[in-house]
């Protein structure tokens, strides 16, 4: 698929160049024809995302590849003078927006280590029993963040994305004696975590613009639930998820 999407972005480039030979769109120059057409790149690159998705069977609709391809789209449209760029990008935004709240579903799929997302800088956070322990930051700003499985070492931990989703899976994790603290914020994208049957958990789950499943409750809309195993308080083990999502859906479920 990579090699294909190189021939396509080859193609592109060889097309930028003839444009100014037949003077189509007014365009008159190689400068010309690279600064107003670039945009075509970012549609590419949101096709590539949408197909790889579909060829993954990661069905439904993907934020990140359909903001490329909209945002790809409305600076042409911009650029070739057919529409300016203020008119098209906020309702096609909300469109865009709507849509994959409505249809858009959620990954799937088993996690085992953590990809496309960088390790931040390795902080002293709050105090704990008495005393300072480590707190790891990790930090996305577009993509895909997938973090769990056997090998991750699970401390208290601060996960952030800007614009992706954040793929979440514990099942397989080691956890630690004590209480691990994990906050988890998306600005705009989905949640998906998995938790192993009998782990004690406490979860808080926000939601401003989206819907939160928690096991078996549902709200959408925007909205907050609550849930603590029971004996939380005593448990030799346990996870406490603060979990909040500005646009999206948030999805906790035990596997």
Not at 83 to 92: C, D, E, Q, T, V
Not at 123 to 152: A, C, Q, Y
């Amino acid at each position: 698929m990579r090699s294909k999407v190189g021939g396509i972005a080859l193609l592109l480039v060889a097309f930028m160049l003839l444009v100014p030979n037949f003077g189509l769109f007014d365009i008159h120059s190689i400068g010309d024809s690279f600064s107003t057409l670039w945009p075509l790149f970012l549609i590419l690159w949101g096709l590539d995302g949408v197909i790889s998705g579909f060829r993954r069977r990661r069905k439904g609709l993907r934020v990140f590849p359909l903001m490329l391809i909209l945002l790809g789209g409305v600076l042409l449209l911009d650029f070739l003078g057919i529409a300016s760029f203020s008119s098209w990008i906020i309702p096609g935004v909300l469109v865009l927006l709507g849509v994959s709240l409505l249809f858009g579903r959620r990954p799937r799929g088993r996690i085992s280590i953590i990809r496309d997302g960088d390790w931040g800088e390795e902080m002293w956070g709050s105090t704990h029993e008495g005393g300072r322990h480590r707190t790891s930051t990790i930090k996305s700003k577009i993509g895909d963040l997938f973090v769990g499985g056997p090998n991750w070492p699970l401390r208290d931990s601060f996960i952030e994305q800007k614009i992706g989703s954040i793929r979440m899976d514990l099942s397989e994790t080691p956890i630690p004696e004590g209480e691990t603290v994990l906050e988890v914020e998306c600005k705009m994208g989905d949640v998906d975590v998995r938790l192993p049957e009998g782990l004690a958990v406490s979860i808080e789950a926000h939601c401003k613009i989206g819907s939160v499943t928690l096991f078996d409750r549902s709200s959408n809309g925007s909205g907050a639930l609550f849930y603590q195993s029971e004996g939380y308080q005593d448990a030799e083990r346990k996870v406490r998820l603060l979990i909040e999502v500005k646009i999206g859906d948030l999805n906790v479920q035990r596997v």
